[in-house]
């Protein structure tokens, strides 16, 4: 079956498969110093790129998050002023609407929070006064930001 192969026939086979071998091939290099070391440490280094490729998805992704952005408004002659309506656009489109309402005229500085993605906003005002004559204002916005965004409303 099976019989034990001698000297002579392993040498022989060493000299065909060294012989297989073409002109520009060589046999393999023994392992260097960094393939060795490679080798070791092969697990640690995939938990390193794995974190790392973790981190970096996440810092990705959070900054793109809605956040809670304080909006600060003046309006001119704000105590005549007995409603606003604010409206946020994003390229156009309408983000958020809101309506406020003064008995007594609206405060010097009007607050809104809102939550938004980072980004420009076009912020886009009609004011109403007690006679019923409206007025436009328009202003831009930048978030996120910190602490109290103030936006400039112009007509």
């Known amino acids: 079956m099976n019989a034990p192969r001698d ?3 392993d040498a022989a086979l060493d000299e065909d498969l060294e012989g297989d071998l073409g002109e ?3 046999a393999e290099a023994p392992p260097g110093r960094f393939r060795a070391w490679f080798e070791r440490n092969r697990r640690r280094l995939a938990k390193i790129a794995l974190v790392v490729f973790l981190v970096a998805v996440a810092v990705e992704i959070g900054s ?3 956040r809670d952005v304080e909006v600060g408004l003046r309006f001119p002659d704000h105590g005549a002023v007995v409603e606003a309506r604010i409206e946020y656009l994003e390229e ?3 983000v958020r609407e809101v309506t406020l309402r003064w ?3 609206a405060p010097a500085l009007v607050r809104d929070t809102v939550e938004l993605s980072p980004g420009e906003y076009d912020v886009a005002v009609v004011l109403l006064d007690a006679a019923g004559r409206a007025r436009e204002l328009r202003g831009r916005l930048h978030a996120p930001a910190d602490g109290v965004v103030q936006v400039r409303l112009h007509e």
Do not use: I
Request: charged residues 55%.
């Open 7 to 9: 000297e002579a026939e």
């Open 24 to 26: 520009d091939e060589e």
């Open 64 to 66: 793109a998050l809605p």
């Open 92 to 94: 156009d489109e309408t």
């Open 103 to 105: 008995s007594d005229g």
